[in-house]
């Protein structure tokens, strides 16, 4: 099964477009956990177990884990949620982009090494850069776009000689170029809900993965107003440390659940 497919299967069964993010921050963990060693692996887990009847994926950012030298404890994890929650895709935010030799190596380690379903990627170095990703057929390579940070603009909304934003022009070159085998995503963060409505008419159905609901701001019926296909899919929706960090007291991971829930009803509720 493809990245694309396993990806509708799970917004179908599971009615959901929320995706978590796995941003591990110890410093943030409940007292239960405090100085275990195995605390990155039971806090990602446990929030696994809390939020999979309210998601289509889980998203871990590998920079959480790579700082604490947790990267075994991300194999772990994704291993075990590919075990418990075959259905759910993992999308593994790393924006890696370097010359292809370096890129065919992150390509195993994402692929390979954590088993993800999809990987981010910055296309700043052009098709080359993203080709070792593209290589395997079977997995998604979601490309960065229009990112939520107030700062991507200093790039990505440059005006190119025909008047066009850079990122507009990413969009159209992923869509009409790079996606020959339909393994690709772009993202596109909800802290800009009218560029998602422009980039989404120029894609047609190409998955968004938009970042910047939660913690960051984002407005939600704005952000499915924008993101939507005909079909009320087309995107993986993410929130990560307002649902991780919805709880410190015992209750944290009900608390999680909870806050999972009512961000997935927020999802539902707009599409309406």
């Given at each position: 099964?493809?990245?694309?497919d396993?990806?509708?299967r799970?917004w179908?069964?599971?009615?959901s477009?929320?995706?978590?993010?796995?941003?591990p921050?110890?410093?943030r963990?409940?007292e239960?956990?405090?100085?275990?060693?195995?605390?990155v692996?039971?806090?990602c887990?446990?929030?696994?177990?809390a939020?999979?009847?309210?998601?289509?994926?889980?998203?871990?950012?590998?920079?959480?884990?790579?700082?604490?030298?947790?990267?075994?404890q991300?194999q772990?994890?994704?291993?075990a949620?590919?075990?418990?929650?075959?259905?759910?895709p993992?999308?593994?935010?790393?924006k890696?982009?370097?010359?292809?030799?370096?890129?065919?190596?992150y390509?195993?380690?994402?692929?390979?090494?954590?088993?993800?379903?999809?990987?981010?990627?910055?296309p700043?170095?052009?098709?080359?850069?993203?080709?070792?990703?593209?290589?395997?057929?079977d997995?998604?390579?979601?490309v960065?776009c229009?990112t939520?940070?107030?700062?991507?603009a200093?790039?990505?909304?440059?005006?190119?000689?025909n008047?066009m934003?850079?990122?507009?022009?990413v969009a159209?070159?992923?869509?009409?170029?790079?996606?020959?085998?339909?393994q690709c995503?772009l993202?596109?963060?909800?802290?800009?809900?009218d560029?998602?409505?422009?980039v989404r008419?120029r894609?047609g159905?190409?998955?968004?993965?938009?970042?910047g609901v939660?913690?960051?701001g984002g407005?939600?019926?704005?952000?499915?107003?924008?993101g939507?296909?005909?079909?009320?899919?087309?995107?993986m929706?993410?929130?990560s440390r307002?649902i991780?960090?919805?709880?410190?007291?015992?209750d944290w991971?009900?608390?999680?659940?909870?806050a999972?829930r009512d961000?997935?009803?927020?999802?539902?509720?707009?599409l309406k």
């Amino acid at each position: 099964m493809t990245f694309i497919d396993k990806l509708n299967r799970a917004w179908t069964r599971q009615d959901s477009l929320l995706m978590v993010g796995l941003d591990p921050d110890p410093r943030r963990f409940p007292e239960e956990l405090k100085d275990r060693p195995d605390a990155v692996t039971e806090f990602c887990l446990r929030i696994v177990e809390a939020t999979a009847p309210y998601v289509c994926g889980f998203k871990p950012q590998i920079a959480y884990f790579a700082a604490l030298g947790a990267e075994d404890q991300l194999q772990d994890i994704c291993a075990a949620i590919r075990e418990r929650h075959p259905d759910l895709p993992i999308v593994l935010d790393a924006k890696r982009g370097d010359i292809g030799s370096t890129a065919a190596q992150y390509a195993r380690e994402a692929y390979e090494r954590y088993g993800a379903d999809a990987v981010t990627v910055n296309p700043y170095m052009g098709r080359d850069s993203v080709q070792p990703y593209l290589d395997y057929g079977d997995r998604g390579v979601i490309v960065l776009c229009r990112t939520s940070n107030p700062g991507g603009a200093d790039l990505q909304e440059t005006r190119m000689a025909n008047g066009m934003p850079l990122y507009l022009h990413v969009a159209d070159l992923v869509a009409r170029t790079w996606n020959t085998t339909e393994q690709c995503a772009l993202v596109v963060g909800a802290t800009f809900p009218d560029e998602i409505e422009q980039v989404r008419r120029r894609i047609g159905d190409m998955p968004l993965l938009i970042p910047g609901v939660g913690a960051q701001g984002g407005d939600i019926p704005a952000t499915v107003r924008a993101g939507r296909t005909a079909a009320g899919t087309g995107m993986m929706i993410n929130s990560s440390r307002a649902i991780l960090y919805a709880g410190r007291g015992d209750d944290w991971a009900q608390a999680a659940a909870q806050a999972a829930r009512d961000t997935r009803d927020a999802i539902r509720e707009a599409l309406k």
